[in-house]
């Protein structure tokens, strides 16, 4: 019965937001450590481009407009459903990501993007 006290605790302990790994950063609410790094690995395939190798938007205009810096408060406010659409469905200025990469790599991107630090800008 000893692991179902230490799962409890733990379950507790992300409720709370509170990081279960001492010294390890927290994670943003909807963020899951164990696929943002599966996410890194394909933004840094297919996002960097574009959203630059740091997230915040300094790579190729390839169809116009400046790339969203994925750190900032505008973007990390918007919703998993509506980021997970753009990844999807892409936009105007972003190529659509669904025949490159299934519904789980696109939520791992989300992952991925859900796990950067926040900036102000």
């Not at 790994?21 to 574009?50: H, I, M, N, T």
């Amino acid at each position: 019965m000893r692991g179902h006290s230490y799962i409890g605790a733990l379950a507790v302990l992300g409720l709370l937001g509170i990081s279960p790994v001492w010294g390890a950063p927290d994670q943003p609410a909807g963020a899951q450590p164990q696929f943002a790094a599966k996410g890194a690995r394909l933004f840094e395939r297919y996002c960097s481009g574009c959203h630059g190798p740091e997230a915040r938007g300094g790579g190729y205009r390839i169809l116009g407009g400046d790339p969203a810096n994925l750190r900032s408060r505008l973007t990390q406010e918007k919703a998993d459903e509506d980021l997970l659409q753009t990844i999807h469905e892409g936009k105007p200025s972003m190529p659509a990501w669904k025949s490159q990469l299934s519904k789980d790599e696109s939520r791992q991107v989300l992952d991925y993007i859900r796990s950067l630090v926040l900036e102000e800008k």
